[in-house]
Every structure is written in C-alpha cells, then in structure tokens.
C-alpha cells in the first residue's frame, strides 16, 4: 500500500485518493469549431510514461484535487501540489 | 520412548506428552514439537511423496524450508489442507495425512509412475497434449494434479484478524543478530518490533554450546527480557512474508491450530533484517532419497526438538560451518562418517530403512545423510523492498549489496557467519549505523552441479525437477532464468525455489558457460511463505464485503413487512407483504394508480450546488440549460460524460440564485459528487462553487397517485396545493410540526406526485403521519419494484437499465441542446462525431407484444444480426398487459413496424410504439 | 427482485460496552458545514485537526482547505451569503456520532484505517472500515469521536465492535 501525499492534509494510505488524469489535459473551447482528431486526442490519448509522471488525483475524503507527481517505475512519490491556483 | 530422542537436547516440554496419527498410525510426541519433528523422533522416514514421480520424500529440514512434508491435518472436526509438518506446531489429536499419497506415503500406489519419468520430462504435458485438443485430457490431468483436498466443512469462525501498525524499528529474526539489533535499538529509546517465526525465538543459537560465554537459552531469554524493558515488542509465531509499495510490511501471526492467523500491515522508519540463512542440497545421482536431509536441518532438529536422526551417520559438506553442525551432532553421541562430495562419482542408494551411499566402488549403509552444499542467506525480503545483490566469491553466495532505503541486512542474511562479528554488525544496526562488511573466516570450495553428468540428481524435491529437465529447458532455448522456471516448474513448488533456485540457476549457468552471476535469479515475490488465503479476506465477508446503505426509515420497513434487497447500493423495500411478490408488486401498482401511494425516496441525490458561479457550472456540467431557470423550479437533466454519453439523469432544483439542488440517481451520488468536485476544481474556479452533498441528512416520502394532494393537504401545510399554483416540476419550503421540509412536485411514477423531504431523524415521524392521514384514501406503501412498473408504464428511464455505454441524450429524444445550446457543456462536441451522427443509432422505443412477456436482454434481430434490446418488460397491471421498452436502431424512424425478437433460441415478434404507455398526453401528471 | 430481509441485520443501537471497550452514541445539538475561502481563518480559535483533543461543546472540525463542520452552533440558513462568501448547509443527520474509549479503542480503530497519533493532519477526515469519516479525540487522549455517514453507520459499528 502506497503512501501519497494530499496537499492539505498530508500523508495517508492510497486507498483513500483516486485517480483523476494525466496532468496537462486541455479541454478545447468546444465554442469554436473543433476537429474531430484533436477531441479525439482529448479523449483518449494518453502519454503512458515511463519513470516521472505528473498525474492528478483526487484525496477523496477531503475531495482534494492534486498534482502527484511519481516514478511509474520504482512507485517513488516525488511531490504533490494543489491544482488549484494559489489562494488570494 | 523413541530411541531418536536425546535426554538434554531440545527444548520440547518432556511434561506433556501428546498423542496424533500419521497416514492412519497412531504415534506420541511433546508439547514443543512440529508434527515433523514428532514424526522424525517416532522414526518414520517416508513423509510424503513428490508431485510428479511420487517418489518418496523424507524430510529434508526442520523449518520453513522444508519441500518436502506437506499434510492435510485436522483436529476436532478442523481440517486444514497443505500444512508443512515441519512448522506446524503438533497438538494433541491432530490427525495428518500426506498429500498426493494414497493410502499412505509409505505406501503409494502411484509410486509406479516413476518408472515413466523417461518420458515425463521437462515440457512432457505440453509436447504430448496438444494434439488433438488439450481440453479432451485436461479433466483426467486436473484430477491427477494439486496435492491436499480442500474439506467441504466450512469454518465459519475462521477469521483473519486484519490489523495495521507501525513502528520505528522491525527487526525480522529473532536469531543472535535479531535479538541483539532488537535490544540495542529498543535501549537506544526507539520504538521496536521484533518478529520471530517460531514460538521461542532464537534461531539458530540452541545449536551452539554458549552465545557470549552464556547458556543459549539463558542468553534468549535475556535478551527478551531487555527487550521488553527498553519497551520493545517481540511477536512470536509471526512472519514477515513480503515487503509491499512503499515499504509495507505484510506480518501473518499464526496461532493454535485450526486458528486463523492474523494480518498485520506494519510500517517502520527502518527494517533490520536478521533472516539468518538456509542450507542448500548437494546435487549428485539419486539424492531425493528418504534419510537425506540438509546437515543443518538435522542440527536444528537435535537443537530445538532433541531428535537425533540416527547414529550412523554421513556428513556430505563443502564449507567450514559444517563443524559447528557436526560437533553438536557429536555431543549427542552420533557417530559421523565424512563424505567428501568432491571426490566423484558418488552415489546415493535405497537400503532397508537405510540410506546407501557408493564413492569409489566402497558402498556403505548410514542411518541417515546429512548433506549442506553452502549457506544461502535470506534476502527474499531484500529483493522485495528492491535492494540489489552481489555475488560473492568467497562465500559462494548472493549477498545484499547497497542498502536500499530504510533496511539493512545483518547476521547470516547479509553474509556475518561468525557469532561474533554479527552481534557486533547487530548493535551497530540497531542504533541505525551501517558496518562495512568484514573479511569471513568462512570458507566453502564451490561445488555446482555438473551437466552431462550420470544419474539421476534433484534439483526441485517437491516439483520433481532434475538435472536432465535443466538440460533439455537449455537445449530447447528456455534459458532465461525466468523461462526455465516456468518450463520446469523448477522453485514453484510451495517452497518457492529455497532449496532449488540456487542449483538450477547454477546448472543454467554451467549449461550456458556463464558465471552464476550472469544469468542471476529469478524474481522474488511474495508470500516468502504459503499463506492462506484467509489472511487477505478477513473481515471483509457476509455483511462487510459490500456493506449497503442502509434507510433511516429501515425499520419501519420492517415492521410492515418489507422485503428488502439491494438497488443500487442501498437496501430499500422491493414490495410490501408476504404474498406472492408478483401478485403484491401488482396490487401496490393499482393502489397507486387508482387511489395513493407512498414510496421511500430518501436514496434520491441532494446535493448542495452553491456560489456566485454555481448557475454556470451547472450549465456546463449538464446537457440541459440550467442558468434560465427561475427560483423555485425544477428541470431535468443529464449529466454526459465528456466522450456524449449519460451519465446521470436527474432534476435540478433552483432553491435560491446562487443555490442549487442536484438530484442525482440513487445509486450514482457518490460518482456524481466527485465527478462535481474534480470539474468544480478543474477548469473553474473554486472560490465561487460549492458543493454540499447533504443526501444522508434528508430522508424522502414520495406521495404518488389521484389522490396524493388529499393525503398532503391533511397534514396541514402551510401551502396552496392546488395545482395551478403549485405546478409540476416546482418546489416549495415550508415547515411540518417544527421542522423544516422541502416539497418537491416532481414525478416518477408519471401521476401527480409531491416528494416531501425531511430531515432523516424526523422521517419516522413524517412518514407516520403520512401513513395516517392516507388510510381513508387507500394509502399504499410501494416499493421500488411498482416504482419501476410504473416509470415504465410512462416511459422513464433507469440509468444504466434503458440507457448503456452509447447512448447519448437524442437517442432518447431529448435532441433540444445538441442542437441549441450554444455555451459549452460537457460532452458537447461528442454529439457531433460522425459515430453520433449516424442514422443507425440505437433509440428508445416502445415494444408492444401480442405473445406476451418480452424477455429483458432479448435481442432485436434482423438478417441474423442484433439490432438492439429489450431494456426493461414488465406485465402492466395498469395496461392489464406486457409492456416493454428496447433501444433499437433507427427507431424513432421506424414506429409501427414489427420486429423480430430472438432470445435463448427462440423468436417472437413484437410492434415498434412510442416509449410510453401511459397518460400520453400528461393530463394526470400536471393534474 | 428477491427478498434479502434475513441477509441484514435489523439496525441496531450503537451502544456496546465490554471491560476494554465502550462504544456510545452521542447526539450533538447540530452539525453544520460551512465553505469559503477564509473560514479555517475565521474560526481557526476552535478548530479541531488529527490528532487533536477537543475540550468544548462547541468547536469547528477542519475538513478541507475550504470546509469545516461546525458543531454546535446555532443553525444558520442553508445557501450562498454572497457577503461572506460562505456556503452553508445544516448537516445535522447526515453523520451519525460515537465516542469510542476503552484499552482496546485505539486497536479496534486501527483495525479499519492506518491511524498515528505522531502524524498529525490537517484534516480529520479519513476512510475507516471502507467509509468517508471524521476521526478526533474528544476530553481525553483515549476517547475517540467518530462521524460516520447515517447510512454505513451500521456497517462500521459491527466492524469496530467485532
Ligand atoms: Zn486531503
């Protein structure tokens, strides 16, 4: 059982997060015209990578959303944030 | 009582004699032994047999290591399949069988199948099934293979106890070097954990004559009580049996027999592993033979249980820690003949309950031979925290090589042979310094097995791997490690390879021309022992594997005869009464339609939406437009996922501007509040959105029927019902006896309805003065099997039953926003793809059938192709007949037309009509 | 469509005492959740985090970065004050409340959740026996309150008893 890092409230065991995405995801301003290849990357296209990843998770229980970042390889946590921007 | 028991050796309870069977035999043992050890002791020699030849096996060490000795064992009515006699604590009547014997391992009648191993080599079963068909032999294979069978008893109180804990030290061996790393850590004021997995820790110091000038036991019981002091744990009879992400510890405590054992998932800053290490066969011709037993298995057996296995015997060995094992040996009057394993060939031969050794053309009888080709330490722990080895040359071994984070490796683990300098490489470890590895006085002549050479030599006893199936794996390219093991099956018995990996991969490497380093191990995994699989099961059984949601309003469910069963997680009255279900389901179908009914509502969503930005988070979350609505009414909606699919549907409440009620599906609340959550966070901002999911605080009673606005108007709200005012699809506050309450006019059923919320500690009350002021109406309670009729009936769907992983809102005909809405919401450009464009989409339709009930699944067929389904059928006691809905492509297009139904081989037909069967033109829902 | 009456155990009361564990339910007067960016500034005085021990009637246990459930207090309207900026709603039959003490306490705790009293967190929410809950100390360091959500309450007062 992994070890993550929730931005707020610290460290708890990986049954309590979920995981949400990769990092970076852009949703298209589906107000303009939007090809059909690039919502279908939107969709589905994942990077899959091999070593640091930069994920968002969800801390369920404080519903948290996050940036993790991790080894892929050897399971390392690397470091969290929050998602959201910094508070006013 | 034996002649193979030694007075002052062992640490067996002589006070407590205790009785068991064998394969049928009765024999005694004392309290403190294994049923291995008893059995030694009582001088049998066949323990059970191997899995391929059945060959017979004798024991071949005295712990865990043992391949050899596996048993089904049952004591008062408890049976226990695959036990190792050689760690399972003997108890008085215990009753043990060897496995894959019949009737008896002394005695086997597939014994004979040795005589076919010429032909039962490596590969055998793949090379020889394949044609025609593996399956036509693979029941006769089945039932040939495994070894104990599993009783049909179930031990309904054989429960793990699952546990998590932490500490700052584990020590894992309670040897010399775990106990002293234990004690120095513990006096050093950290919090310490030793784990032992035998019931007097120890390990391996019993064998020896004094540990730091005391007696041995003295010397445990010393560092025990040192322990315990400083305020360390020791937990015996406990086994670290793997090491999980991020340094999790997985801990099985065993207990009396027939006892579950218990899961502690342990964390520690650091892990001291003091694993000691075990023998390793010696491979030459004929060396599975009974009375040929590891050297050190044999010391352990005289030290622990006072069973000396004989007083003729022969002593094969390489290394210098054979002298320890051989003067203890002495000490107990054994007369030792050395054997030097160099000098070839030499073979191993059956004798009258002896065993025969031939070298250089003199044959000799010995009670027993004690074989030890060098010391293995372990580091399967190691390996599983990710720690690397090397492999170290003069002592003939794999040693753990840079630590990895958070363990260190002492004692015969890390290669520390020498008393002395382990308890010194202990206390450093216990205070948490690392000690360079010293210079061994151990010294060992390398001694591999040789391919080519004659014979037949074990590799894996319990597997049945030999020299020559190495062999033939190498000729047939299998040569990877990896490959090997899963050719052969060579170290997949339940040993896992201790005694086999190191000489397979040895041959492999002799085989190959490379060095024993080169072609290296195979991966370790976990369990470093065979656990049971209760040991992850637990408590997570009966009420607690899926545990339901339970209603406040559950026993008064009860108490008017409910039958309960789950719908979508929660567990909520199906129908009402005892009777026949169908006959009650109709019955609550008819109250409801012709006079009231009342429904329990409380799973339905409630979820707070709240803030200056809630109105366009809305928007785009849904389909539908939401930032138009005016305070105080309802829409419906759904929620898609980003690829156009349903997600949920639901009404949304607008309570006040900057508040929202999304009602989501019962079953789908928690999905939906992080699906809220995850969009409220990403992509807006999270200041000006809130979300409360309040769904537990409220329960809901929904009137439903002609006469739900008499029932209401009883209670004596403070509120005009009167539908011109109070129309569909609007909400109204107000207050019952005191207590807030929030009256929905919405419906489900398709007939004037009103859900009238409260809060859950006040449900029992409402639903009470519900139940009272509808009796002179013909009040029914209804479960969720009407609701379902009656939804039907008017064409409303259930999420996920009439919808599946395609459909997209304008296949049910809800086509405004696709093609309207002009702001972004989730899921919009999904329904604009060629795929949700095309004419050949699956809609919801209606079915009408003159044959009666369409099965639900029933595929709509046409030219031997299916063209969609049957979502939902019922028998309409309001239409006094079969209803249906299906999702059928093209079908908006095609009403009228009649179709084809095929299900389970048979065909009916059936009429396309629009999905709704009731109250078409809505007059009694807007009533 | 079957019915599973028998399969469940009819809702019980959350009381349970033995020599080394005692279970209570307690009945807090309300149970308020409020929002906004500021409000662990606001009433950071009577906020409760892990492993905190609360002494008073009234307090504010810290949920998120931007939620805490008041307890106690006098219960506002539910909604959006647009000049504060909070959100509220009145949550007060939402969670189900026991004090759990007793030697075996904190063991029978550790039973559903990976729990240490020498990492604190800024949260007292956590997953326990499979359930979103809120775990503090209330009078003492052995007494344990937990907040379960109404409707798994059952469940895990059998897991924690058993
Ligand atoms: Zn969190």
Known sequence: MQIFPCPFCGERNETEFHFAGELGKIRPDTTADVEADAWARYLYTQRNEKGHVREVWMHIPCAELFVLERDSVTMDVLGSHPLRKPPK | MSMRRIDNFGLVDRAKPLSFSFDGRRYRGFDGDTVASALIASDVRILGRSFKYHRPRGLWSAWSDDPNAIMDISQNGRVLPNCQASTTYLEDAMSARAVNAWPSAARDIKGGLDLFHRWLGAGFYYKTFMWPDWHLFEPAIRKMAGLGSVSQDVLSDYCADQTFDHCDVLVVGGGAAGLTAARAASEDGQ????????????????????????????????????????GGRILNQTTAYGVYDHGLIGLMQTHRFGVAPGLIRMRADRVVLATGALDRPITFPENDRPGIMSLAGSAELLARYGVLVGQNLAVVANHSLAETSIALLTRAGAEITRIDPKVRPFKAYKGARATGLKQGGHARLFDAVLTSGGMTPVIHLWRHMGGKLDWCETRQAFLPAETPAKMIAIGAANGTFEIDVALEEARCAGIGHASLRADTRYHIT?????????????????????????????????????????????????DQGKTSNMAGLAAMAALQGQSIPEVGTTTFRPPFVPVPLELYRGPHREQNWHPLKRLPLENTHRAMGAALGEYGGWLRPGWYGDGDPKTQIAAEVRAARTSVGLFDASPLGKIDVMGPDAADFLNFIYYNTINTMTVGSIRYGFMLTEAGVIYDDGVVTRMAHNHFVVSCSSSHVDGVRMHLEAWRQDGHDPDNIYIHDTTQHWATATITGPKARHVLNSLGLDIDLDGAVFAHMSLRETQWQGTHVRIARVSFSGDTSFEVSIRASRAASLWDALVRAGAPFGLCAIGIEAMSIMRAEKGYIIIGKDTDGETMPHDLGFAGPRIKKTSAFLGDRSLHTDKANDKARRQLVGLISENGLLPTGAHIVHAGQSRGYVTSSYDSPTLNGPIALALIANGHARMGEAVEIWHLGETQTAEICAPCFFDIKGEQLHA | MRDDSARWNAPSSLDYASDDL?????????????????????????????????????????????????????????????????????????????????????????????????????SVMRRAFGVDVLLYRVGTDARFRLHVPRALMQSVFQQLIS
């Not at chain 2, 020896?208 to 010393?222: E, F, L, T």
């Not at chain 2, 319990?462 to 170290?491: C, F, M, P, W």
């Not at chain 3, 106690?72 to 189900?96: C, E, M, R, W």
Request: charged residues 25%; aromatic residues 8%.
């Open chain 2, 446 to 494: 390398a001694l591999w097995p040789e391919p080519a050479s004659k014979g037949r030599q074990w590799i894996d006893f319990q597997h049945d791997v030999t020299l020559k199936d190495i062999e033939i794996a190498a000729q047939e390219n299998y040569v990877s490690v990896e490959h090997l093991k899963r050719y052969t099956t060579l170290g997949m018995a339940s």
């Open chain 3, 22 to 122: 005692s279970v209570i339910e307690v009945t807090l007067p309300s149970q308020i959740w409020v929002s906004g960016t500021d409000v662990l500034q606001i009433y950071k005085d009577k906020l409760v985090s892990w492993p905190d021990i609360v002494a008073a009637q009234n307090y504010a246990l810290a949920l998120r970065r931007d939620r805490l459930l008041l307890v106690g207090a006098a219960q506002p309207l539910s909604g959006f004050n647009i000049q504060q900026g909070h959100a509220t709603s009145d949550v007060s039959d939402a969670y189900k409340v026991i004090d759990i003490s007793g030697k075996r306490a904190f063991d029978r705790l550790r039973h559903g959740a990976e729990l240490n009293l020498d990492k604190p967190s800024a």
């Open chain 2, 191 to 230: 919090n310490v954990c030793l784990v032992d997995d035998q019931r007097l820790p120890g390990g391996g110091v019993y064998q020896m004559q004094s540990v730091d000038g005391q007696d041995p036991s003295d010397w445990v019981a010393d560092q025990c009580k040192a322990i315990r002091t400083a």
